[in-house]
């Protein structure tokens, strides 16, 4: 047994066994909450009320454990188990880690660092009668009244008023022996309607002579508990909730402000004296700046996803991304195509190539690299065969050109240029030629050369697709758009190593390979960030839009994107993985924007540079 001096256990690393997983009743909506009960190793110490545990499922595809509050722990007194720890979490279903907790099964094996943090204190029974009521009032507000109603359940000779807050339903409050019990919910559907504000105020506090409060739940929920406190003279205890990634204090992730400096949620918390802490403005949550809220769109509007890119509609901003997605009818058969913004084509140069020798993807953690070496059919083939089928799809047809000289990108782009095709989107980025490719994207002279060669033989709207290599990004994209680029997109793949440790060799012939997928996505975001910041600088006319590539997988990381300032995203590896990858994509943007109100693309882009 690990203790410190006050008896409050330390945390270890063990395997528990789920001995129950099941959605929990009175949630809204249904499946929102589950309970989870997980057998502890024979010896285990049991936590105290208000700590947590880092929860991992044993097959994961999240990197972390989520750190979840402790709602019931119990020794189990029968059966083979007995002389067990058993824990019951509640889990608000909220992201891939905590659908992953929601979906174990009887039996299943989960890792767990805990028990973790500090706990509530225990209230201050008074032995002298003359002295009045002790009553403790406990607050908990939505999943927040997991660790609360788990401090009340450990509560004797203690009497306490338990209000609970939910958006809608209400859930764990199964076990209480409240002296009252005042249940709120925004929707009406359940108690009083309304907020906390409509149940507690600082004069219940007052009138109630409650000796302290204990509250978890929403931030928002918190300051409001503290304010009245404050202002009736009452103490309070917070329990805090904050990102973090190990739960034992070392990664400093999960620090919060208080008027003694920043402390670490799962060490010096996650219960902290309310006085302490504190709260930032309506524009912050937990110290985070947010966006005014605005108004979700009528019940009977759609947003516009319609974006303009170089004078060419797209009906969505969403792409297939060229290399990714051949010639646009390899996936007719797996998904509704026409419902994509655009495709662009496999890179195309003036003559048919084989490609590279050797192992041409090797996938990473989150990542895939490849080394296909411009494999394609060759300009006057593609004219021929494939482009016609691409032009009979709805999406606008984009023709992704390369070459291995600026002549080849020049007689490649003549040939394009007496063809319907709408776009082209100019490779000066490949990562995995001898020749050409990323040679010219790699400086601001090579980038403009190409430009102004290739400009000056077609007037199509010409894109230009770039090397995240570059040293120089942000120059050499200014200096293609000077050079006469309509566009620009970024970033194509990474240049990475990948070694065969088992035959001491490397997996590629080549030896570096292009490496995209989920892994590169903050950094494209990052690149995209910095190009459109410096195109906002250029006189208005001389803008242009930006086509964001790099590692997109959901409609989440679109959004992410163009709030970045991107016009359009193009998706690559997520469509190998899930063909419908786009189409979730799609809708998941024009739920997101009805919701917070964006009637168009355009509404949303590059708010973050603002
Ligand atoms: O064919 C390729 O190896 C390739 C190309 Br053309 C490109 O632009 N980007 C990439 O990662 N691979």
Aim: aromatic share 6%; net charge negative; proline share 6%.
């Amino acid at each position: 047994m690990f203790k410190d001096c006050q008896g409050i256990p330390y945390p270890v690393f063990a395997k528990g066994l789920v001995s129950e997983s099941e959605a929990v009743n009175g949630a809204i909506p249904v499946g929102s909450v589950y309970q989870l009960k997980v057998i502890l190793e024979p010896g285990s110490q049991e936590p105290a009320a208000g700590q947590f545990y880092m929860l991992h499922a044993v097959r994961s595809d999240v990197l972390l454990g989520r750190p979840i509050s402790i709602y019931n722990s119990e020794i189990i007194t029968e059966g083979k188990n007995s002389g067990c720890v058993e824990l019951t979490f509640l889990i608000l279903l909220k992201g891939e880690g905590t659908r992953e907790l929601c979906s174990l099964d009887k039996d299943d094996v989960i890792n767990l660092i805990g028990p973790c943090g500090n706990r509530f204190p225990m209230p201050i029974v008074s032995t002298d009668s003359t002295a009045g009521a002790c009553k403790i009032c406990i607050v908990g507000g939505g999943i927040g009244v997991a660790p609360v109603a788990g401090f009340a359940s450990t509560l004797t000779n203690v009497s306490y008023d338990f209000y609970a807050s939910f958006k809608s339903g209400s859930y764990g409050l199964e076990n209480l022996k409240a002296e009252k019990l005042v249940i709120t919910t925004d929707d009406g559907s359940l108690g009083i309607h309304g907020m906390l504000p409509a149940a507690l105020t600082e004069e219940t506090l007052r009138k109630e002579n409650y000796s302290a409060v204990y509250a978890c739940g929403p931030i928002p929920m918190l300051a409001y508990v503290q304010k009245i406190c404050r202002a009736a003279g009452v103490k309070c205890w917070l329990s805090m909730e904050a990102h973090m990634a190990c739960g034992v204090g070392v990664c400093l992730g999960c620090v919060i402000d208080t008027t003694e400096g920043k402390k670490r949620c799962c060490k010096e918390g996650p219960v902290f004296d309310g006085d302490i802490l504190i709260f930032n403005s309506v524009t912050e949550v937990a110290g985070i700046k947010v966006q005014p809220r605005r108004e979700p769109l009528a019940a009977d509007q759609e947003a516009d996803l319609s974006v303009n890119i170089a004078g060419v509609k797209f009906a969505n901003p969403v792409i297939g991304s060229s290399g990714t997605f051949g010639f646009g009818t390899e996936y007719k058969t797996l998904f509704d195509v026409n419902r994509l913004g655009g495709i662009s084509s496999k890179g195309l140069t003036l003559e048919p190539r084989q490609g590279n020798d050797g192992i041409r993807l090797h996938e990473t953690p989150s990542g895939l690299m490849n080394s296909i070496g411009l494999q394609n059919p060759g300009i006057p083939h593609f004219i021929k065969e494939e482009l016609p089928q691409m032009l009979a799809l709805k999406p606008v047809a984009i023709a992704n050109l390369s070459g291995s000289s600026i002549e080849t990108y020049v007689e490649g782009a003549k040939l394009l240029d007496a063809t319907d095709v709408p776009m082209i989107e100019l490779n000066i980025s490949c990562p995995n030629v001898s020749a050409g490719g990323a040679a010219f994207g790699m400086t601001c002279v090579g980038a403009e050369s190409a430009v102004r060669a290739v400009r000056a033989v077609t007037k199509k709207p010409l894109i230009v697709k770039l090397t995240p290599q570059s040293q120089e990004l942000v120059p050499v994209a200014l200096a293609c758009i000077k050079a006469g680029a309509d566009g620009i997109s970024l970033c194509n793949s990474f240049q990475g190593i990948a070694i065969d440790i088992e035959r001491g060799v490397p997996v590629f012939d080549k030896l570096k390979a292009g490496f995209g997928g989920p892994a590169v996505r903050p950094i494209a975001v990052r690149l995209v960030y910095e190009v459109v910041e410096a195109i906002n600088k250029l006189p208005e006319k001389e803008r242009v839009p930006v086509i964001a590539i790099g590692g997109a997988a959901t409609w989440q990381d679109a959004v992410e994107f163009i709030m970045a300032g991107a016009s359009a995203i193009q998706v690559g590896t997520a469509t190998f993985a899930n063909p419908n990858a786009m189409i979730e994509m799609i809708d998941g943007l024009a739920a997101f924007m009805k919701r917070k109100g964006y009637r168009t693309i355009e509404e949303m882009r590059g708010i973050i540079q603002k």
